[in-house]
């Protein structure tokens, strides 16, 4: 219901006695009115500081942040009209479950009716009507995440951060609640931002990713965006399941086209795949293909032979690891292949799947070779 | 449930008994004897069987103490007083300053933070003969000797640390973020600390309010050197059983029995709060 613009923000912790850190540099995003953003990261690279100082419980080292056009980095929490649910769920033990939950609108006026008609109807969508009358001490991990979840969700704040909202929560519910919880954010134009750690949710639930690592913003884009084109080797390895296959490579210009040489661990080259581009010669770079896209047992135009290393088929899907030149490769096909550990299998690269990043920044060259 | 055997059952019993026997038969004893004469305080082999007598709670109540060398006034009831003004007003000041304090101590860094906490606490450390002197020079100065404000000042010496260090223990173990989710619903800085600080710390103000009750009343050497016989508490007044012609022991049990009294009403009624403490459990969740 409001725009959130960060403007180069930092925060440096300085804990008495001990070397500052540095938690978030120089971070900048937009998020649209309505928006659904998910913070995406490993743990410790920042999200929960970032979301502390949009909230106003820590303060900003640099930069700006504003709401809806309004600079908020300098008021007090209480004024800046956000909604929060805390990495540590922060119930209030005195209160049961369903005044955890309402407390939060006291302040806002409204009829005692209205505000129970409102509990109850987050406690249905998070699952919890059975446990509304029980203290916070005595539910589950899980319940009280979701008493946490919804005591944010029930203000329809006009920017609502949510920390790991469903960390705690069996893969099953969490599934059901991803898409509730989208539907309801949807519904009420709630601009939101999430912290999370785990990409299926990140790429369910948001409609822009931004991917942090080590204090720093890697990329802020679209699900599609971030999977299809990381901008750099970062991204290109956090994200997605198994990890993006990454090998040393060298370009030798031919003319008009170029021949990419993947390098074994010794250098020597492994493999080879040509492709019509212009690149400087002898330009050490990394080759990124995701699992999926390799082309195992293909028949004809093979790229390489890789010898298998294992083969596990998942019911739906098969993890093949080879070895190519003394790399190791990671494939996945949606058929079962027929291979043993030791057999050689024809893999093809499309060159449309192929990823160059630079060997010494990690910055993206191109995504897919030939298709200028 | 959990499965105890009798002979278990009988040796915890007997144990429980021992501990309160040791612990209670002082004060068991203290009570009979708060019901006897002299004489039969100290007639040998004491004895358990006795006619009770209320001359001593009399002599406490009007104050005129009967003696072998003849009549003596004492000024327990107004002793009882002083302490029950002192303590209370001694506890409520240290709690009014010592609380936000000791909030101030948990929940913000500041410069020379610890620094200025220690230093509260050190006051706990050194002799108090040693602070009393140039004390007591200073009050002469300020006027302040054997007035109440002056007693209840040094009073805070005692329990302004003892309650900005346990509170702010209490304090620190609440995770901030409950107060945070407090706040950002927007409540202010004030309101969210008596609303949610407050309660949540409630078992150790108690008890720490308690504690200092009890070192306040208990306290003797600030009233001997600051004030007069007139504004003296309980623990002084009492010398004055100690007279010429003997020390008067039943009067003196009787005494203690009326002194006991208002410390143990009021933890009897802090515990309340105590237990609720350990019924909250994990605040830290
Ligand atoms: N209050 C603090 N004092 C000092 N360092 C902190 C504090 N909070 C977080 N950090 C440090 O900042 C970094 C980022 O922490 P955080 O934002 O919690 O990461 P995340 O939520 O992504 O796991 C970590 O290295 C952490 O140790
Ligand atoms: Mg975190």
Redesign the pocket.
Known sequence: MAQLALGNVSKT?R?RG?EQ?Q??KRVSLDVKDGEIVALL??????????L?MIAGF?EVTEGTIRIGGKEIHNLPPAQRDVAMAF?GYSLYPPLKVRENIGFALLRERGASADIEKRVSHIAELLEITDILDRYPTVISAGQQQRTSLARALIRRAPVSLL?EPMSQLEPQLRAILRARLKDYLIEHKMTTVF?THDQTEAIALADRIAV?EK?ELQQFGTPAEIKQSPSNLFVASFIGEPPMNIFDAAIASEGNAVAISGLGPNGEPAFRLNAPMEAANGKRVCLGIRPHLIEIGANGSADATGRVITNHWLGDQSHICFEIGGCSVVGVTDKPIDARAGDALPVRFPLGAVHLFDAESGRALAHGLGQR | MNQISTFERIVRGLLIALVLLFFLFPIFWILLMSFQTNEQILRIPPSLFFEPTLQNYVALLTGRLQTAAGNLDIAFMRNLGNSLLLSTSSVLLALALGVPAAYAFARYKFRLGESIAFTLLSFRFAPPLLVLLPLSLFFRQLHLTDTYIGLIWVYQLICLPLILWIVRGYFEDISPDIEHAYRISGHGWWKTFRKIAIPLARPGIAAAGLLAFIFAWNNFIFALILASASKQPVTVGALAFVTASGIQYGQIAAAIVLSVTPTLLLALYAQRYLVEGLSLGAVKG
């Open positions: 912790y804990p001990k850190v938690a978030v990261g490993s743990s410790g690279c920042g999200k929960t500081s970032m502390r820590e990495e920390d912290v942090m204090g």
